[in-house]
């Protein structure tokens, strides 16, 4: 049993099926939601690597010379 839709299948999709189910806009805002939190998330992760290549600064010896 195939779960997902391929190119070629011209089955109507649930919101076309049942377009005035009140789930159907839920899906599409939850859909639209997780797209929004995964771009948050993406952009944090490069922020904090950002910040860490930062805060390493320039390599080598820290200490004055004596």
């Given amino acids: 049993m195939q779960e997902f839709r391929t190119a070629d299948d011209d089955r109507p999709t649930f919101e076309e099926t049942y377009p005035r189910y009140p789930f159907a806009p839920l899906v599409a805002m939850g859909l639209a939601l997780g797209a929004w939190l995964h771009r948050q998330h993406r952009e944090g992760v490069e922020d904090a690597r ?11 010896p820290t200490a004055r010379a004596t």
């Fill in 50 to 60: 950002q910040a860490q290549i930062k805060d390493q600064g320039e390599p080598g």
